[in-house]
């Protein structure tokens, strides 16, 4: 690493996974940890993991920006801010001209219209409920003695079986009997993505009326999911990369922005 080079950091410590960025204005670094049950030191941890691996040094990091839920546990933060203006401003650094975002998180969910500078227009958040979440799939997944990194694998070519509860309690029973009538475990879980393609589609369309979106958080990772909602949605659906770390990558952005 350049050691003129001045540096932002944005941590993401989210209800599942952290995720931190190192930023330098152009190109960027990333770091991704499961949360576990320590809130108050993953950021920290993230940061100095991160920075080891960049060979830099923390008197190089110019600002220090914290989201996500575990924000209030950043006091060497320079600055936190909500998710949804470091989602906006991570997806406008990769994709400047979109105009709407989906993230589907681990434990929520939520449809972002950004202006031409990636600032949030208006936004709709679902937090009270694990119907289409990260959360909703896991469940279901473990339901059915799948582990999530097979998803594509098992549901590949599957005709998807009709799965009529969102609540992750209920679809959890409605999967098992369906196995003990025979179905597929790929098949009951393609029925499962699909539900999910069916709630995102509804969610986002209550917001946005165009014909493009980028679909960012864990569950974008998932090829067959991608491909169901834009048949779906009939939208053409842009994927980062690293669609996990959006969050982490606006607040270095805003970091830098600050400096």
Known sequence: MDSTIMYTLGIDVGSV????????????????????????????????????????????????????????????????????????????????????????????????LLDERGRVRDFLLNDKCAAGTGRFLQVTSQALGIDLDEIDYVTEGQQPVEIGSMCAVFAETEVLNLIVHGHAPGAVLAGVLKSIAVRMTAMAAKLYSGNEIVFTGGLANSFMLRKMFANQSGWTVYVPKQPQIMGALGAAVIGYEMI
């Open 17 to 112: 996974s952290t995720k931190a960025v190192l930023f330098d204005g152009t190109s960027y670094q990333y770091l991704i940890m499961t949360t576990g049950f320590s809130p108050k030191s993953i950021g920290q941890e993230a940061r100095d993991l991160l920075l080891n691996k960049a060979g830099i040094s923390l008197n190089q990091v110019a600002k220090t920006i914290g989201t996500g839920y575990g924000r209030i546990h950043m006091p060497y933060a320079d600055k936190t801010t909500n998710e949804l203006t470091c989602h906006g401003k991570g997806v406008h650094f990769l994709y400047p001209d979109a105009g709407a975002v989906i993230d589907i998180g681990g434990q929520d969910s939520k449809v972002i």
